[in-house]
């Protein structure tokens, strides 16, 4: 992937997010003015200091006017990005590279989604006319092919692979049990879980992350500038977008083992941030767990676990929260739901109460406390095997020597 780069040329300077939850009584609009809110609260700044916005979402509203109207802005430049459930980190990229662009010196990037009075019982949904041959598999049937997949590859029975998705979110249902902004503040028993009503093969109700509305935002300024506003900066180290031919479903050597854009954005992001060996440099990862098996092989796909082995670090409790390498230490799409515009961002919060330690203290990452670790990753996924997109960032709390 050809690039110059983006390592500590910008840095987050201020960050807001909403609780994820069933927000009957607000609209996209008032979670928008939630975030953002925070956002420009965090960093010590008023809405008039913003130069531009951009804005993530699928399906919450058409061009820029949304923010426009919900925060009365004054004729500043807004986009509208979309890009899947990847929105988010659309919108986070692209503030980026405007700001390190030189174009302008403060952006704000947001993201929202309401899906919960939207009238869908899920994702929102609007295919495009097409020919005829693309194959109608709902969200949950198409990754629940990744569970019996990987069990053939690496010689697993069912019960075994059924207690490693099990553990998987139980975990997530863990960590999002200690985090106020979680829409599932419960943990859930592991025979609970492994014996939930299926919903697709392997997958039943637990494996499946829920749906809920939320927003999030952050605010980006040069590196150079970014102790103006706050004395705990995040530096962004990498920022890796990467969009697939589309072609998995067709390809007869495409065998659900492996999300190709997956690996691709995760090599590109560590080179740009000169990571060499993720399981023992990052303090934490926030993964795209929209389904328990989905979060296995990112596992694998991010370097995390070697090919054919994350089964077993996540039965030994290596991405815990007291483990290794924690993963979605805020509870992940799974105790958080997934509005489709705000998940990139909210991953990105995580990191940035976690790096800066102000994530409360029973779920406040160790490695961090010690000092021994000063990374963060985000991983967001948007499409389904074989014909997505993914998106990578790395964040730290301290510039490059």
Not at 283 to 310: I, Q, W, Y
């Amino acid at each position: 992937m050809a690039t110059h780069g983006i390592r500590d040329k910008v840095a987050i300077v201020g960050m807001g997010c909403t609780p994820f939850r069933e927000h009957w009584d607000k609209s996209a609009e008032d979670l928008l003015v939630d975030a953002a809110h925070g956002a420009l609260a965090s960093a010590g700044i008023d809405l008039p200091d913003v130069d531009a916005f951009w804005l993530g979402t699928m399906g919450s509203g058409y061009s820029g006017m949304l923010l426009s109207r919900a925060l009365k802005i004054d004729y500043k430049p807004v986009t509208r990005v979309e890009n899947f459930c990847a929105s988010g980190s659309e919108s986070f990229r692209n503030a980026c590279y405007a700001v390190a662009s030189g174009a302008i010196d403060i952006a704000m990037a947001t993201g929202v989604e309401k899906l919960k009075d939207s009238g869908y019982s899920g994702l929102v949904r609007a295919d495009i006319p097409s020919d005829g041959t693309s194959v109608p598999l709902t969200a949950p049937a198409a990754f629940g092919m990744l569970a019996p997949a990987y069990m053939k590859a690496h010689g697993l029975d069912e019960d075994t692979l059924k207690d490693v998705i099990t553990r998987i979110a139980w975990k997530n249902h863990y960590n999002g049990a200690r985090n106020e902004l979680a829409q599932f503040r419960s943990e859930v028993p592991m025979d609970v879980i492994r014996n939930s009503p299926r919903v697709a093969g392997m997958l039943g109700i637990h494996d499946c992350s829920g749906v809920s509305d939320g927003s999030a935002a952050a605010i980006i300024v040069r590196a150079e500038d970014a102790h103006r506003y706050t004395d705990k900066p995040l530096y962004v180290k990498a920022l890796s977008m990467v969009a697939g031919p589309g072609d998995g479903p067709m390809d007869p050597d495409f065998d659900f083992t492996t999300i190709k854009e997956v690996r691709r954005s995760a090599e590109a992001a560590y080179r740009e941030a000169q990571v060499a060996d993720p399981r023992t440099e990052l303090a934490l990862a926030e993964v795209h767990d929209c389904f328990t098996p989905t979060e296995l092989l990112l596992m694998e796909d991010l370097g995390f676990s070697k090919r054919g082995t994350g089964w077993r670090d996540v039965m030994d409790g290596a991405f815990d929260l007291s483990g290794e390498l924690p993963v979605n230490p805020d509870g992940g799409l799974k105790s958080f739901g997934h509005p489709i515009g705000a998940s990139g961002l909210r991953m990105l919060y995580e990191c940035w109460l976690q790096l800066r330690q102000e994530a409360p203290a029973e779920r406040q990452i160790p490695s961090i406390t010690r000092g021994e670790r000063k990374l963060g990753l985000t991983q967001n996924l948007g499409g389904r095997p074989g014909d997505c997109v993914s998106f990578v960032s790395v964040v730290g709390s301290e510039p490059s020597a």
